[in-house]
């Protein structure tokens, strides 16, 4: 294995154990997580604009944002997915 190659797994594994810790936090059982993941999707305008009068608050917004889409890759997303998401771009990408 090259020395690339190593690294590539070494990051594919990291990838997949960091969705395995989002996973475990946020369960997909009812309870504290779920009501966090709701309070969460409120706060971060998970389902609606986050366009407002002034750039300043439509980049709070934006930033909010940015975050629940995070958690939710990393919850419905496979690992697959996250790879081809967050891995490395090759030309043509």
């Known amino acids: 294995m090259t020395p690339i190659q190593a690294l590539i797994e070494h990051t594919k594994?990291?990838?997949?154990?960091?969705?395995?810790s989002y996973r475990r936090t946020?369960?997909?059982?009812?309870?504290?997580a779920q009501r966090v993941l709701k309070d969460?999707?409120?706060?971060?305008?998970?389902?609606e604009t986050v366009f407002r009068p002034t750039e300043r608050e439509t980049g709070i917004l934006i930033g909010r944002q940015e975050v629940w889409l995070r958690i939710q890759q990393h919850l419905k997303l496979t690992d697959d997915?996250?790879?081809?998401?967050?891995?490395p771009r090759t030309k043509g990408d």
């Open 13 to 20: 594994r990291f990838l997949a154990g960091r969705a395995g």
């Open 26 to 32: 946020f369960p997909k059982e009812k309870g504290d």
């Open 40 to 47: 969460l999707a409120s706060f971060c305008r998970a389902h």
């Open 81 to 87: 997915e996250l790879w081809a998401l967050f891995g």
